[in-house]
């Protein structure tokens, strides 16, 4: 994965917004996702390989489980991809990997863990345009067809309504991204959607038809604070991340830390 080093506010403004401006409409867009972790050497392993490593089988009996257990809230999830979007929301086990349309959103999921602000953190960028051209034909032409360039869950439903359904349709691993439903307000403020790899051997930035798609933007530990808190400015912060007195509570705890004087380099 590429790598560059950002070592203050002005250069991650810069590296986040380097050639988003589209010529044909006029306005500035791009095709590129973002995943903010705390730590530069995290990889985008998702929760189930973490969790079900040599036996990654078992996804299944966790979906199975999850179904079971969780009736009464699960009822109206009508399809495979609203149950996975809505598990992993809770915290289940899955192949899913949370992701970000908002390179800002992604920074401060790079910077709130203030136990992770004695090491570098980094943004994972993720340019949709070369997933999608990688797509199996009939992923690729409903996308055409939709004129968008990523799925709906109802969408999935259409196309893949199981995982045995993604093998059927390639042997070959790919990767793709879908929007869950805003079934709760923190899917629509963190602007979040999910990639899939359609087998979950694969890890999506392994997979060598991808290599050139990613980005990785190093934000090191000595900027780290003035990232943070230049966020917290323009509400990129718990409050917004988080709706309610869950957000208000882990805001507080942050910025009441004596961070400055073990942490800020600035000048």
């Known amino acids: 994965m590429r790598e560059i080093v950002v070592n203050n506010w002005d250069e991650l403004s810069n590296a986040i917004f380097t050639d988003v401006w589209d010529k044909e409409i006029l306005r500035y867009r791009n095709n590129v996702v973002y995943r903010g972790v705390g730590n530069r050497n995290w990889s985008l392993v998702p929760s189930l390989n973490r969790c079900c490593e040599e036996h990654l089988d078992l996804e299944r009996q966790i979906l199975r489980s999850f179904r079971k257990y969780g009736y009464a809230e699960l009822r109206d999830a009508t399809g495979l991809w609203q149950t996975l979007a809505m598990g992993q929301q809770f ?23 203030i136990e992770e602000f004695d090491v570098d953190g980094s943004i994972i960028c993720c340019d949709m345009a070369e997933t999608n051209r990688n797509l199996p034909e009939i992923f690729g032409k409903y ?23 993604l093998s059927e349709i390639s042997e070959k691993p790919f990767a793709f991204f879908f929007e869950p439903a805003s079934t709760v307000n923190r899917i629509a403020n963190q602007y979040a959607l999910f990639s899939v790899v359609s087998n979950p051997k694969h890890i999506i930035d392994e997979l060598p038809q991808l ?57």
């Open 143 to 165: 996308l055409f067809r939709e004129k968008c360039n990523v799925f709906s869950m109802e969408m999935l439903d259409n196309i893949a309504d199981s995982f045995e359904k």
């Open 91 to 113: 915290g289940l086990p899955t192949r899913l990997l949370d992701w970000t349309y908002s390179p800002l959103v992604a920074a401060h999921f790079a910077t709130a863990d």
């Open 211 to 267: 290599k050139g798609a990613f980005l990785k933007i190093i934000i090191p530990s000595s900027v780290k604070l003035e990232i943070r808190d230049k966020l917290d400015y323009i509400n990129i912060s718990e409050r917004m991340i988080y709706p309610g007195l869950e957000g208000v509570c882990k805001w507080i705890a942050r910025r009441y830390s004596p961070l400055g004087p073990r942490f800020y380099k600035g000048t």
